[in-house]
DNA sequence: TTCTTATACGTAGAATATCAAGGTATGGTT
DNA sequence: AACCATACCTTGATATTCTACGTATAAGAA
C-alpha cells in the first residue's frame, strides 16, 4: 500500500533477508511478504519476478528448479555470499537514513 | 551514499519535511540535507531540480521568484496544503515499512 | 585584471525501474 | 467439466534517476 518509491526501496532487502532465512521460491516469497507485513504489503508475481532475475542477474540470488514428484514445478532462489554482503549494505544504509528521518521527525525511539 | 533505491526514496520525503519547516530554494536545501545527515547524503543538483519540478507539478509544492538587491534570484519553494498531506501520508508509509523491517531484522527499539 | 570558486538555476538523454496486463501450465476441488 | 489455487514468465507503457552539460552572477584571490 506504500507510495511507490518507497516500495522500490523494500523489495530488494526483504527478498534478500526472507531468502537469508533459508531458500525459497516466488509464490511463496509474496505469501510470506504478505504475512510478514499483516497483509499491507501485497505483491504482484508480475513486479516480483523481474526483481528476482535482476538480483539473480547482479549475482545476489541464485536458483534452481526443483520438481518434486506430484507436485508443481518449482523455481528455488538462495542468497549467494555477494548477497548476503549487499543486504548488510542495504540494511546499514537503510538504518542510518532512518535515523535521520527520525530526528528530522522527532520520533520518539519505540517507533 | 544510500543505495539508488533508498535514495529514490527518501529525496520526496525530505524534501517536504524540510520545506514544512518554511520556504527554501534548491540550492540551500541540498546543503540543508548534507547538515542533517552529517555528509551521509550529498545530493547534485541536477538530481535535485527534476525533483522540485515534479513536486510542483503534482502540486505538493508552489514556488516563487525572489530576487534580493545585490543577491542573486533564488527560486524560493513553499509546501502546499496537498503536500502537508503527502508528507504524512509518506511519514506513515516509512514508518509501518520500518516497523515491518525492524522486526524481521530484530533491531532493538532504539535504532 | 583575471582567474577561480561559490552561488544558483536549468535541460537533455541514457539508463534503469515499476507494474499492469496478458500468457502458459498443472493440480485439486466441486 | 468447470473453477480456483498454484507456479512461472514476458511485454510494453510509463515513470524515474542521475550524469553531463549549459547558463549566469558575485566574491575573493592571485
Known amino acids: 500500500m ?3 518509491g518507497l516500495m522500490a526501496a523494500t523489495t530488494k532487502p526483504l527478498i534478500l533477508t526472507i531468502l537469508s532465512e533459508g531458500k525459497n521460491y516466488g509464490y511463496n516469497i ?3 511478504v504478505k504475512k510478514i507485513s499483516d497483509g499491507q504489503l501485497q505483491w504482484s ?3 516480483l519476478y ?3 532475475h535482476r538480483l539473480e542477474k547482479d549475482g545476489f540470488i541464485s536458483s534452481e528448479w526443483i520438481i518434486t514428484t506430484s507436485d508443481r514445478r518449482r523455481k528455488y532462489y538462495s542468497i549467494t555470499e ?10 546499514e544504509d537503510w538504518i542510518s537514513l532512518h535515523s535521520i528521518l527520525k530526528n528530522l521527525w522527532g520520533l520518539k525511539p519505540t517507533t
Request: net charge positive; proline share 5%; hydrophobic share 35%.
Open 30 to 32: 509474496i505469501q510470506q
Open 50 to 52: 523481474p526483481v528476482l
Open 2 to 4: 506504500a507510495s511507490k
Open 82 to 91: 555477494a548477497g548476503k554482503k549487499e543486504l548488510h549494505v542495504e540494511r
Open 45 to 47: 508475481d508480475g513486479m
